[in-house]
């Protein structure tokens, strides 16, 4: 379970800081074992912020986040590192995830090569086989950089990297903005899937309504910074 | 307008041949919005890219892109710099094409005053009204990129797209990760420089069944349907483009079986064949871009010899 608790985040920009942004605003928010929490709301509304500062990514200026019991706000450096394993960013913006310099498998190969998850190199290779075909992708992409690969198929290769941990929890930020409604449909599945023989509590940040009433078990609604509704679904 | 002839797009890697265009001929009328559909790695990024080379150098490229008549494949880089920008805007899928070091409201202005050399402040004003129009407020005008969410970078690809007045707009996903509102704002964008000529690629269909007049289906490489947007809507005909329709979240999110198809070797025969539950003996011929009425399909299912 994911807590998070009177957060508030401010960002100063301008000259000299003159100017301020607000971007989350006093939040409370939960996110319960195996549950998937749809989080809408207009562009700018401070969705990604939030979702980061879960992730510990941003610090909060106020507030704190709960994981597991463990207040991570008070974590530092190599604990922090740790605990974060168990949680994953699946960005907006898919480029950010990769480095540009790394092939797709290589990329993908890291997070399982740093937590010794393969005892060889053909088992490390079976891994990520499994989960690459899973999003639909095939052993001819694995060769290729970031920019050789279409806009929905790294957005793919972000998701099975994401997967490679067995997290606990995963912000999946617009995972699927790129893809077609069919191949969305599948990942979307995967993601379930996924949840159900592990346990996983999803953050899921969209803008397609009908979607999130599809797969969430509650809606939030963010309006500038704040949590302005609730809905739960099932 | 815009007549694409036999285009072809293979990229070289050391698995073989990438064929992520094979093929492909459509006309994008004067002041038709041309919409592009298709599934995630079929091809409808690079064609785009074809078009306005900007392709990588282990690409190979044949067949024609005329636009107003000059074939744009045969242009030097310096002729073809000029019509980027100026004469067709494009507006790229990856927002990593925004400049990190430069304002967001400069990298708007920057192509309008490059190419008309008019005065910096009534470029600016317009810069300003256009944010303002798409709900980005002036006060944000000189932040730069990493300062917004991803829908507002959004929008400023759009802006950019649309400042310089260009006579066709090539926009790739122009309204990802944008909510409903924001997108109806790009539609009315859109519809406002009205007598635009424009090539929309885009997952999002309730934004193509708004905004197009045509609709393009592509599948592996290769256009499949070509239709009038309310028909393709009512009445798709392509077994890919009914299945594609059938997986809308609120139809139960059932996507097409199977798994988009390898580029390096695509099936033989129909390229959707081992995912089409009409498949016969006769699909393993390729089956050409057949006329019905002025709709286009490439199906056996529609040939009536
Ligand atoms: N690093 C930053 N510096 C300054 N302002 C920022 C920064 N990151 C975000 N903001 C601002 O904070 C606000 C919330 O941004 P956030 O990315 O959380 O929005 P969002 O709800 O995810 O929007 P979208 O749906 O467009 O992705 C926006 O006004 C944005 O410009
Ligand atoms: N530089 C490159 N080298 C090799 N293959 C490439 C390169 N660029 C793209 N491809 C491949 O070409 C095919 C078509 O890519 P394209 O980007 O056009 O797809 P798309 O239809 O735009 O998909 P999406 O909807 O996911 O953006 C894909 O299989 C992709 O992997
Ligand atoms: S040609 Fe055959 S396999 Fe291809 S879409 Fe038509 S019926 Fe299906
Ligand atoms: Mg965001
Ligand atoms: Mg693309």
């Known amino acids: 379970m994911i807590e998070g608790k009177k957060i508030k985040k401010v960002f100063k920009s301008g000259i000299f800081g003159g100017k301020t942004v607000v971007a989350v605003d006093n939040v409370d928010i939960t996110v319960y074992d195996g549950e998937t929490v749809a989080l809408v709301g207009e562009s700018g509304s401070g969705k990604s912020t939030l979702g980061r500062i879960l992730l510990m990514l941003i610090k909060p200026d106020e507030g704190r986040v709960i994981f597991d019991g463990v207040d991570l706000t008070k974590l530092k450096g190599r604990e922090l590192r740790r605990i974060r394993t168990k949680m994953q960013l699946i960005p907006q913006n898919p480029e950010e995830a990769l480095d540009p310099r790394w092939r797709i498998y290589d990329s993908i190969a890291e997070p399982i090569r740093i937590h010794k998850l393969a005892d060889s190199r053909n088992e490390e290779e079976e891994l990520i086989l499994e989960l690459i075909r899973a999003v639909g992708l095939k052993e001819e992409h694995l060769n290729r950089y970031p920019h050789e690969l279409s806009g929905g198929e790294l957005q793919r290769a972000v998701i099975a990297r994401a997967l490679t941990l067995n997290p606990k929890f995963i912000v999946c930020d617009e995972p699927t903005s790129m893809l077609d409604i069919s191949t969305q449909a599948s990942i979307v599945r995967l993601l379930m899937e996924f949840q159900k023989r592990l346990g996983i509590s999803y953050l899921f940040i969209t803008h397609d309504l009908e979607l999130a009433e599809v797969i969430a078990d509650r809606i939030l609604v963010m309006r500038s910074g704040k949590i302005v509704d609730e809905r739960s679904l099932h | ?305």
């Open chain 2, 1 to 305: 307008m815009l007549e694409i002839e036999d285009l072809k797009v293979y990229f070289r890697t050391n698995a073989g041949k990438v064929k992520a265009v094979d093929g492909v001929s459509f006309e994008v009328k004067r002041r038709e919005k041309f919409t592009l559909i298709g599934e995630s790695g079929s091809g409808k990024s690079v064609l785009a890219q074809a078009i306005l080379r900007l392709l990588p150098k282990n690409a190979e490229v044949s067949g024609k892109v005329l636009f107003d008549g000059r074939d744009l494949i045969e242009l030097g880089e310096e002729d073809m710099r000029k019509i980027r920008g100026r004469e067709i805007a494009w507006i790229p899928q990856s927002q990593s094409s925004l400049n990190p070091v430069l304002t967001v409201g400069f990298q708007c202005a920057e192509p309008v005053i490059e190419h008309f050399r008019t005065d910096k402040r009534s470029v600016f004003a317009r810069v300003v009204r256009l944010f303002e129009f798409l709900g980005i407020g002036r006060s944000r005008v000189k932040d730069y990129p990493h300062q917004f969410s991803g829908g507002m970078r959004q929008r400023v690809l759009v802006a950019m797209g649309i400042s310089a007045d260009p006579k066709l707009i090539i926009a790739d996903e122009p309204t990802k990760g944008l909510n409903a509102s924001k997108r109806s704002q790009i539609v009315e964008l859109f519809e406002k420089v009205g007598d635009k000529t424009m090539l929309i690629i885009t997952h999002d269909l309730n934004f193509a069944e708004n905004l197009a007049d045509r609709i393009a289906v592509m599948y592996c490489g290769k256009i499949v349907e070509v239709s009038p947007a309310k028909e393709f809507f009512s009445e798709p005909l392509h077994p890919y483009s009914r299945g594609l329709l059938d997986s809308l979240p609120s139809r139960g999110l059932k996507p097409i079986k199977g798994f988009q198809p390898s580029m390096i070797n695509p099936p033989k025969g129909c390229r959707f064949r081992d995912r089409c539950e009409f498949a016969s003996e006769r699909c393993k011929s390729e089956p050409p871009l057949i006329n019905l009425n002025g709709r286009f399909v490439r199906c056996w299912l529609y040939d009536r010899r």
